[in-house]
Protein backbone atom coordinates (compact mmCIF):
# COMPACT_ATOMS: atom_id res chain seq x y z
CA UNK A 1 0.00 0.00 0.00
CA UNK A 2 0.93 3.33 -0.59
CA UNK A 3 1.10 5.61 2.58
CA UNK A 4 3.29 8.30 4.01
CA UNK A 5 3.59 11.92 5.90
CA UNK A 6 0.40 13.49 4.43
CA UNK A 7 -1.67 15.17 6.95
CA UNK A 8 -2.16 13.42 10.56
CA UNK A 9 -0.72 9.76 10.34
CA UNK A 10 -1.30 7.20 13.45
CA UNK A 11 1.81 4.59 13.32
CA UNK A 12 -0.32 2.29 15.38
CA UNK A 13 -2.38 2.08 12.43
CA UNK A 14 -0.06 1.09 10.14
CA UNK A 15 1.79 -1.95 12.22
CA UNK A 16 -1.95 -2.93 13.20
CA UNK A 17 -2.84 -3.00 9.46
CA UNK A 18 0.63 -4.86 8.82
CA UNK A 19 0.42 -7.23 11.59
CA UNK A 20 -2.97 -8.65 10.64
CA UNK A 21 -2.81 -8.84 6.54
CA UNK A 22 1.15 -9.23 6.23
CA UNK A 23 0.91 -5.77 3.79
CA UNK A 24 4.12 -3.18 3.21
CA UNK A 25 4.54 0.41 2.63
CA UNK A 26 5.81 2.17 0.41
CA UNK A 27 6.49 5.23 2.34
CA UNK A 28 6.51 9.04 0.70
CA UNK A 29 6.28 12.52 1.16
CA UNK A 30 2.71 12.51 -0.38
CA UNK A 31 0.77 15.85 -1.68
CA UNK A 32 2.88 19.00 -1.17
CA UNK A 33 5.11 17.77 1.81
CA UNK A 34 9.45 17.69 1.87
CA UNK A 35 9.54 16.86 5.72
CA UNK A 36 12.73 15.22 5.21
CA UNK A 37 13.64 14.36 8.68
CA UNK A 38 10.11 13.16 9.74
CA UNK A 39 9.45 10.87 6.71
CA UNK A 40 12.62 9.21 7.84
CA UNK A 41 12.07 8.66 11.62
CA UNK A 42 8.48 7.39 10.83
CA UNK A 43 9.65 5.38 8.08
CA UNK A 44 12.10 3.55 10.79
CA UNK A 45 9.15 2.84 12.83
CA UNK A 46 7.51 1.36 10.18
CA UNK A 47 10.46 -0.57 9.49
CA UNK A 48 11.01 -1.75 13.11
CA UNK A 49 7.83 -4.50 12.05
CA UNK A 50 9.01 -5.15 9.15
CA UNK A 51 6.45 -2.76 7.44
CA UNK A 52 8.36 -1.25 5.22
CA UNK A 53 8.44 -1.44 1.55
CA UNK A 54 10.39 1.15 -0.53
CA UNK A 55 10.40 5.13 -0.24
CA UNK A 56 8.94 7.32 -2.68
CA UNK A 57 9.16 10.78 -4.09
CA UNK A 58 6.88 13.73 -3.75
CA UNK A 59 3.34 13.35 -4.94
CA UNK A 60 2.61 15.03 -8.26
CA UNK A 61 4.56 17.88 -7.96
CA UNK A 62 3.04 19.28 -11.16
CA UNK A 63 -0.24 19.06 -8.92
CA UNK A 64 1.26 19.92 -5.65
CA UNK A 65 4.38 22.27 -5.18
CA UNK A 66 6.64 21.97 -2.62
CA UNK A 67 8.98 23.86 -0.41
CA UNK A 68 12.48 22.75 0.83
CA UNK A 69 14.94 24.42 2.25
CA UNK A 70 13.26 27.31 2.06
CA UNK A 71 12.52 27.10 -1.79
CA UNK A 72 9.63 26.72 -3.49
CA UNK A 73 9.16 24.40 -6.79
CA UNK A 74 6.93 21.99 -8.80
CA UNK A 75 4.34 23.32 -10.80
CA UNK A 76 4.47 25.78 -13.23
CA UNK A 77 7.71 27.11 -11.55
CA UNK A 78 11.28 26.03 -11.71
CA UNK A 79 11.55 22.59 -10.36
CA UNK A 80 15.01 22.51 -8.44
CA UNK A 81 13.61 22.39 -5.12
CA UNK A 82 11.85 19.12 -6.13
CA UNK A 83 15.37 18.02 -7.80
CA UNK A 84 16.87 18.87 -4.53
CA UNK A 85 14.48 17.09 -2.29
CA UNK A 86 15.05 13.85 -4.43
CA UNK A 87 18.39 13.79 -4.53
CA UNK A 88 18.24 14.59 -1.09
CA UNK A 89 15.99 11.80 0.15
CA UNK A 90 17.95 9.39 -2.15
CA UNK A 91 21.58 10.21 -0.73
CA UNK A 92 19.87 10.10 2.91
CA UNK A 93 18.28 6.46 2.55
CA UNK A 94 21.59 5.15 1.23
CA UNK A 95 23.80 6.78 4.07
CA UNK A 96 21.27 5.04 6.48
CA UNK A 97 23.26 2.04 8.07
CA UNK A 98 19.33 0.95 8.53
CA UNK A 99 17.50 2.47 5.55
CA UNK A 100 19.71 1.48 3.07
CA UNK A 101 18.22 -1.88 1.69
CA UNK A 102 15.41 -0.08 0.67
CA UNK A 103 14.60 0.86 -2.89
CA UNK A 104 13.97 4.98 -3.28
CA UNK A 105 10.95 5.51 -6.32
CA UNK A 106 11.43 8.53 -7.75
CA UNK A 107 8.73 11.40 -8.49
CA UNK A 108 5.73 10.87 -9.83
CA UNK A 109 4.52 12.79 -13.19
CA UNK A 110 8.15 13.91 -13.49
CA UNK A 111 7.33 14.24 -17.10
CA UNK A 112 5.83 18.01 -15.98
CA UNK A 113 9.06 19.49 -15.38
CA UNK A 114 9.21 23.16 -16.37
CA UNK A 115 13.07 23.40 -16.71
CA UNK A 116 15.44 20.81 -17.55
CA UNK A 117 16.41 19.65 -13.76
CA UNK A 118 17.25 15.82 -15.30
CA UNK A 119 14.47 14.11 -13.13
CA UNK A 120 13.99 12.40 -16.21
CA UNK A 121 16.58 9.59 -15.02
CA UNK A 122 17.41 8.01 -12.18
CA UNK A 123 20.95 8.78 -12.09
CA UNK A 124 21.81 11.63 -14.79
CA UNK A 125 24.06 10.54 -17.68
CA UNK A 126 27.12 12.08 -19.06
CA UNK A 127 26.45 14.82 -21.89
CA UNK A 128 22.71 15.28 -21.05
CA UNK A 129 22.76 19.15 -20.72
CA UNK A 130 20.61 18.94 -17.88
CA UNK A 131 20.53 21.87 -15.14
CA UNK A 132 22.11 19.28 -12.38
CA UNK A 133 25.35 17.87 -13.27
CA UNK A 134 26.19 14.26 -14.66
CA UNK A 135 25.98 11.61 -12.12
CA UNK A 136 23.05 12.89 -10.15
CA UNK A 137 21.75 10.54 -8.41
CA UNK A 138 17.78 10.84 -7.65
CA UNK A 139 16.49 6.99 -7.69
CA UNK A 140 16.38 3.74 -7.68
CA UNK A 141 13.40 3.02 -9.81
CA UNK A 142 11.27 5.33 -12.27
CA UNK A 143 7.73 5.93 -10.97
CA UNK A 144 4.25 6.78 -12.69
CA UNK A 145 0.81 7.28 -13.25
CA UNK A 146 -0.33 5.65 -15.69
CA UNK A 147 -4.25 5.68 -15.78
CA UNK A 148 -5.87 3.67 -18.05
CA UNK A 149 -7.84 6.61 -19.63
CA UNK A 150 -6.27 9.85 -20.58
CA UNK A 151 -7.07 12.83 -23.41
CA UNK A 152 -4.60 11.10 -25.28
CA UNK A 153 -6.30 7.40 -25.36
CA UNK A 154 -10.43 8.06 -24.29
CA UNK A 155 -12.89 5.71 -24.61
CA UNK A 156 -13.07 2.08 -24.66
CA UNK A 157 -10.37 0.01 -27.47
CA UNK A 158 -8.80 -3.07 -27.51
CA UNK A 159 -5.67 -3.62 -25.73
CA UNK A 160 -6.80 -1.22 -23.42
CA UNK A 161 -4.31 -1.83 -19.99
CA UNK A 162 -1.86 -3.75 -22.04
CA UNK A 163 -1.09 -0.27 -24.13
CA UNK A 164 -1.09 1.44 -20.83
CA UNK A 165 1.62 -0.76 -19.55
CA UNK A 166 3.81 -0.29 -22.68
CA UNK A 167 7.14 0.98 -21.81
CA UNK A 168 7.88 2.87 -24.54
CA UNK A 169 6.54 5.36 -27.38
CA UNK A 170 3.30 3.11 -28.23
CA UNK A 171 1.73 4.17 -24.74
CA UNK A 172 -0.49 6.65 -24.88
CA UNK A 173 -1.33 7.81 -21.49
CA UNK A 174 1.30 9.20 -18.71
CA UNK A 175 3.55 6.43 -18.91
CA UNK A 176 6.98 5.32 -18.65
CA UNK A 177 7.97 7.62 -22.35
CA UNK A 178 5.88 10.45 -21.37
CA UNK A 179 7.95 10.80 -18.02
CA UNK A 180 11.43 9.06 -18.60
CA UNK A 181 12.06 8.96 -22.17
CA UNK A 182 10.55 12.32 -23.70
CA UNK A 183 8.96 14.45 -21.24
CA UNK A 184 5.18 15.28 -21.61
CA UNK A 185 5.47 18.62 -20.93
CA UNK A 186 8.58 20.34 -22.47
CA UNK A 187 9.85 17.31 -24.96
CA UNK A 188 13.34 17.00 -22.54
CA UNK A 189 15.24 13.93 -24.07
CA UNK A 190 15.48 11.05 -21.25
CA UNK A 191 16.30 7.64 -21.80
CA UNK A 192 15.97 6.02 -25.43
CA UNK A 193 13.40 3.46 -25.77
CA UNK A 194 15.80 0.60 -25.52
CA UNK A 195 16.62 1.78 -21.86
CA UNK A 196 13.42 2.15 -20.86
CA UNK A 197 12.38 -1.53 -21.83
CA UNK A 198 15.23 -2.41 -19.20
CA UNK A 199 14.98 0.61 -16.80
CA UNK A 200 13.56 -0.34 -13.19
CA UNK A 201 10.05 0.57 -12.61
CA UNK A 202 7.13 0.98 -10.61
CA UNK A 203 3.46 2.25 -10.96
CA UNK A 204 1.65 4.41 -7.60
CA UNK A 205 -0.93 4.85 -8.83
CA UNK A 206 -3.38 3.71 -11.85
CA UNK A 207 -6.99 2.54 -12.36
CA UNK A 208 -9.77 3.83 -13.73
CA UNK A 209 -13.31 5.39 -12.96
CA UNK A 210 -16.72 4.66 -13.41
CA UNK A 211 -18.57 6.27 -15.77
CA UNK A 212 -19.64 7.20 -19.11
CA UNK A 213 -18.55 4.07 -21.20
CA UNK A 214 -17.00 2.76 -18.08
CA UNK A 215 -19.67 0.55 -16.43
CA UNK A 216 -19.00 -0.87 -13.12
CA UNK A 217 -17.98 -4.66 -15.68
CA UNK A 218 -15.62 -2.62 -17.66
CA UNK A 219 -13.74 -1.36 -14.96
CA UNK A 220 -13.48 -4.87 -13.19
CA UNK A 221 -12.24 -6.19 -16.04
CA UNK A 222 -9.84 -3.41 -16.84
CA UNK A 223 -8.47 -3.83 -13.27
CA UNK A 224 -7.95 -7.70 -13.69
CA UNK A 225 -6.14 -7.69 -17.02
CA UNK A 226 -4.19 -4.12 -15.85
CA UNK A 227 -2.43 -6.32 -12.94
CA UNK A 228 -1.29 -9.10 -15.53
CA UNK A 229 -0.13 -6.57 -18.19
CA UNK A 230 1.77 -4.65 -15.49
CA UNK A 231 3.41 -7.78 -14.14
CA UNK A 232 4.25 -9.13 -17.63
CA UNK A 233 5.65 -6.10 -18.91
CA UNK A 234 7.96 -5.29 -16.55
CA UNK A 235 6.56 -3.45 -13.43
CA UNK A 236 7.58 -4.63 -10.23
CA UNK A 237 5.11 -3.00 -7.82
CA UNK A 238 1.51 -1.69 -9.18
CA UNK A 239 -1.04 0.44 -6.75
CA UNK A 240 -4.56 0.87 -7.69
CA UNK A 241 -6.14 4.27 -6.74
CA UNK A 242 -8.68 3.40 -4.79
CA UNK A 243 -9.62 0.28 -2.70
CA UNK A 244 -12.12 2.30 -0.99
CA UNK A 245 -13.77 5.43 -2.68
CA UNK A 246 -12.82 8.32 -1.03
CA UNK A 247 -15.74 10.21 0.68
CA UNK A 248 -13.36 12.98 2.18
CA UNK A 249 -13.54 15.30 -1.36
CA UNK A 250 -15.68 16.23 -3.67
CA UNK A 251 -15.58 15.06 -7.44
CA UNK A 252 -15.82 12.11 -9.27
CA UNK A 253 -14.81 9.07 -6.54
CA UNK A 254 -16.13 6.18 -8.39
CA UNK A 255 -12.54 4.79 -8.77
CA UNK A 256 -12.66 1.90 -5.99
CA UNK A 257 -12.63 -1.59 -5.97
CA UNK A 258 -15.04 -1.11 -2.35
CA UNK A 259 -17.79 1.64 -2.64
CA UNK A 260 -18.25 3.97 0.53
CA UNK A 261 -20.68 1.62 2.61
CA UNK A 262 -17.88 -0.89 1.91
CA UNK A 263 -19.70 -3.18 -0.62
CA UNK A 264 -17.27 -4.79 -2.98
CA UNK A 265 -17.55 -3.97 -6.64
CA UNK A 266 -17.59 -6.74 -9.30
CA UNK A 267 -13.75 -5.32 -9.58
CA UNK A 268 -13.32 -6.48 -5.85
CA UNK A 269 -14.84 -10.20 -6.27
CA UNK A 270 -12.89 -10.07 -9.69
CA UNK A 271 -9.63 -9.69 -8.57
CA UNK A 272 -10.42 -11.79 -5.46
CA UNK A 273 -10.83 -14.42 -7.36
CA UNK A 274 -7.80 -14.33 -9.03
CA UNK A 275 -5.47 -14.39 -6.46
CA UNK A 276 -7.35 -16.91 -4.91
CA UNK A 277 -7.02 -18.76 -7.48
CA UNK A 278 -3.65 -17.74 -7.84
CA UNK A 279 -2.35 -17.96 -4.33
CA UNK A 280 0.41 -19.76 -3.55
CA UNK A 281 2.04 -19.48 0.21
CA UNK A 282 5.31 -21.98 -0.78
CA UNK A 283 8.11 -21.16 -2.81
CA UNK A 284 10.15 -22.96 -5.46
CA UNK A 285 13.60 -22.45 -6.11
CA UNK A 286 14.04 -23.27 -9.38
CA UNK A 287 11.21 -22.75 -11.91
CA UNK A 288 10.72 -25.43 -14.78
CA UNK A 289 9.58 -24.58 -18.92
CA UNK A 290 6.63 -25.39 -20.05
CA UNK A 291 6.48 -26.57 -23.77
CA UNK A 292 3.14 -24.81 -25.28
CA UNK A 293 2.27 -22.79 -27.93
CA UNK A 294 -0.98 -20.91 -28.98
CA UNK A 295 -2.13 -21.02 -32.29
CA UNK A 296 -3.61 -18.44 -34.62
CA UNK A 297 -3.06 -15.60 -31.24
CA UNK A 298 -4.31 -11.96 -32.21
CA UNK A 299 -2.41 -9.50 -30.89
CA UNK A 300 -5.36 -8.84 -28.13
CA UNK A 301 -4.57 -11.94 -26.76
CA UNK A 302 -1.45 -12.49 -24.07
CA UNK A 303 -0.02 -14.76 -21.90
CA UNK A 304 2.09 -15.80 -18.29
CA UNK A 305 3.33 -18.60 -17.11
CA UNK A 306 3.42 -19.15 -13.50
CA UNK A 307 4.78 -22.45 -11.81
CA UNK A 308 3.58 -23.41 -8.05
CA UNK A 309 5.72 -24.61 -5.23
CA UNK A 310 3.80 -28.04 -5.44
CA UNK A 311 5.54 -27.67 -9.62
CA UNK A 312 1.75 -27.72 -11.02
CA UNK A 313 1.77 -24.55 -13.66
CA UNK A 314 -0.88 -22.48 -14.08
CA UNK A 315 -0.79 -20.70 -17.64
CA UNK A 316 -2.94 -17.44 -17.80
CA UNK A 317 -3.79 -16.21 -21.26
CA UNK A 318 -6.47 -13.46 -21.68
CA UNK A 319 -8.29 -11.49 -24.09
CA UNK A 320 -8.81 -7.42 -24.37
CA UNK A 321 -11.49 -7.33 -26.91
CA UNK A 322 -13.91 -4.96 -26.55
CA UNK A 323 -16.83 -6.57 -28.89
CA UNK A 324 -16.62 -10.10 -30.39
CA UNK A 325 -14.49 -12.94 -29.24
CA UNK A 326 -11.47 -14.76 -30.76
CA UNK A 327 -11.04 -18.36 -30.73
CA UNK A 328 -7.78 -20.20 -30.08
CA UNK A 329 -5.57 -23.35 -29.33
CA UNK A 330 -3.29 -24.28 -26.37
CA UNK A 331 -0.99 -26.92 -27.89
CA UNK A 332 1.48 -28.66 -25.15
CA UNK A 333 4.38 -30.66 -26.43
CA UNK A 334 3.28 -33.47 -24.39
CA UNK A 335 0.07 -34.89 -23.27
CA UNK A 336 -1.15 -33.77 -19.75
CA UNK A 337 -3.03 -35.98 -17.19
CA UNK A 338 -4.87 -33.24 -15.42
CA UNK A 339 -5.47 -30.19 -16.90
CA UNK A 340 -8.29 -27.87 -15.33
CA UNK A 341 -9.98 -24.56 -16.20
CA UNK A 342 -10.88 -21.49 -14.45
CA UNK A 343 -12.80 -18.54 -14.55
CA UNK A 344 -11.63 -15.55 -12.35
CA UNK A 345 -15.35 -13.73 -13.23
CA UNK A 346 -17.15 -16.85 -12.63
CA UNK A 347 -15.48 -18.21 -9.56
CA UNK A 348 -13.09 -19.83 -7.73
CA UNK A 349 -14.08 -23.20 -8.30
CA UNK A 350 -12.50 -25.05 -12.38
CA UNK A 351 -15.13 -24.73 -14.43
CA UNK A 352 -13.92 -27.23 -16.65
CA UNK A 353 -11.65 -30.28 -16.47
CA UNK A 354 -9.30 -32.52 -19.34
CA UNK A 355 -7.55 -35.54 -19.12
CA UNK A 356 -4.78 -36.65 -21.20
CA UNK A 357 -5.20 -33.26 -23.28
CA UNK A 358 -2.47 -32.59 -26.03
CA UNK A 359 -4.53 -29.05 -26.39
CA UNK A 360 -7.10 -26.58 -25.02
CA UNK A 361 -9.64 -25.10 -26.96
CA UNK A 362 -10.75 -21.49 -25.92
CA UNK A 363 -12.98 -18.15 -26.88
CA UNK A 364 -11.76 -15.48 -25.17
CA UNK A 365 -12.76 -12.06 -25.36
CA UNK A 366 -12.40 -9.60 -22.32
CA UNK A 367 -11.09 -11.68 -19.26
CA UNK A 368 -8.24 -13.92 -18.62
CA UNK A 369 -8.54 -17.81 -18.76
CA UNK A 370 -6.63 -19.88 -16.50
CA UNK A 371 -5.36 -23.52 -17.21
CA UNK A 372 -3.81 -25.14 -14.46
CA UNK A 373 -1.73 -28.03 -15.19
CA UNK A 374 -0.97 -31.05 -12.43
CA UNK A 375 3.13 -31.06 -11.50
CA UNK A 376 5.60 -32.60 -13.27
CA UNK A 377 3.62 -34.19 -16.79
CA UNK A 378 4.56 -31.37 -19.19
CA UNK A 379 7.73 -29.95 -17.48
CA UNK A 380 11.22 -30.57 -18.76
Not at 43 to 70: M, T
Not at 77 to 101: I, M, Y
Not at 333 to 343: C, K, Q, R, S, W
Request: glycine fraction near 10%; proline fraction near 6%.
Amino acid sequence: MREGIEGNIAIEQYVELHQRTGVRFSWGFGSGRADLPRLLETAKQIEGVGALLAFEGPNEPNNWGIKFQGEEGGRNGSWVAVAKLQRALNEAVHADALLKKYPVWSISEGGAETDNVGLQFLKIPADAGTIFPAGTAFADFANVHNYIYHPNSSGLNDNKTWNAADPGPACRVDGLYGEYGVTWAKHFKGYSTNELLKLPRVTTETGATIGGPVTEEIHGLNLLSMYLDQYKRGWSHTAVYLLRDRVDEGGNQKFAFFRPDYSPRLAAVYLHNLTTILGDRGALETPESLDYTIENQPATIHDLLLQRSDRSFQLIVWDERIKETDSVTVQFGAPAPVIELYDPTIGIAPTKRFENARFIPLVLSNHPAIIEIAARQTSR
